[in-house]
């Protein structure tokens, strides 16, 4: 009895397991299921703001190069006349410096550039003011090559035209700034005739629109005489107590123009670039015609193929046909847009090729620089150029019997060379302190860092 009772209850035990499980099961289906809907939902949520992101940014896009494309065609069509424009300015420029027979030559031609330079470093004892009349020939010079070497399309441009442009501009730097030291000369020789009355020390300020000359000649060798201050300026300088009582002369040249830092190189298209880029455009061009060529053989093919097999079938309703059609065409689309895709990937792969050739194949900035050149790091210069210069005094002019008598020296005017290259005799180390300039900075200038001096 025991045995038959506990039989009846494992069934009855068994079966509500069974439906305790199959309840479990089916809850845990429902679980999943609604998990996977979440899942699902969440899924196409984002695929749909996705979407809807990706679309806005086509439209952008799309937008975007319709503005480039008509600013493409505007510049297009403006492109002719601003060529016309340049080169009627070019033939004006030209005549205009035809009728004006003023003496100066023409920057493009390399002959009559060697003469105006030869000339005038055969002209001597000119005098500051005259040095700086002709500076305003010259630099205007030097403006019309820099001007010729920027807007002259690198296609135009020869390399030799190129170097003779950029020698030139260097051999008028080169001239003009030592035809204001040989000016500068003349004037000390005369410093005692110019002394000023107060301090016996000559002060003298020239100005022009494009140089301002400060120069001080000590003269009386005061050693109290240390701090000068020009007259109606702000700009001065301190010098120390050894320099008080030597025989030099201080000069401060500002030249509104930058003849210190190194010229803008000039890129050319190199005779290896121009052929590997021909050559890189020929085998892609090649390959594209190869590409193609395959393809309408193999659609061709495919289309004979389909054409026997509706010749073999029978065909015996007019929408069928008209289906085979539309599908024929759809076929023949998909191909021709196909070969677009195909055209325009190898198109700007080509492209991009050209383009890393070019950068590969542009010219480096140079490592070093000469000892006269200035590497401005990517800045530019504003407000011009200071040039402080300690000077040997020259000798001065003497009267005698009616006459003026000054000691030419050969090697011309010379630097003074401070502090001394030896210091032995010397043993503070405070010997020889800095000279302190004052300079006067107009109201628009800002410093946000302490300035250096370059040397």
Known sequence: MSGSKKKKVTKAERLKLLQEEEERRLKEEEEARLKYEKEEMERLEIQRIEKEKWHRLEAKDLERRNEELEELYLLERCFPEAEKLKQETKLLSQWKHYIQCDGSPDPSVAQEMNTFISLWKEKTNETFEEVIEKSKVVLNLIEKLKFILLETPPCDLQDKNIIQYQESILQLQELLHLKFGVATEILLKQASTLADLDSGNMEKVIKDENVTLYVWANLKKNPRHRSVRFSETQIGFEIPRILATSDIAVRLLHTHYDHV?????????????????????????????????????????????????????????????????????????????????????????????????????????????????????????????????????????????GWMIVEILKEGLQKYTYPPETTEEFETENAFPPIEVTLEVHENVIFFEDPVVVR
Do not use: W
């Open 261 to 401: 830092s190194a010229l803008h190189p000039v890129s050319t298209p190199s005779k290896e670039y121009t052929s590997a880029v021909t050559e890189l455009v020929k085998d892609d061009v090649k390959n594209v015609e190869k590409a193609i060529s395959k393809e309408v053989e193999e659609e061709s093919k495919q289309q004979e193929r389909g054409s026997h097999l509706i010749q073999e079938e029978e065909i015996k309703v007019e929408e069928e046909q008209g289906d085979i059609e539309v599908k024929m065409s759809s076929a023949e689309e998909e191909s021709e847009a196909i070969k677009c895709e195909r055209e325009m990937k190898v198109l700007s792969e080509t492209v991009s090729a050209a383009q890393l050739l070019l950068v590969e194949n542009s010219s480096e900035k140079p490592d070093f620089f000469e000892d006269n050149v200035v590497d401005l790091c990517q800045f530019t210069t504003l407000g011009g150029v200071y040039h402080l210069d300690i000077l040997e005094l020259p000798p001065q002019c003497k009267p005698v019997k």
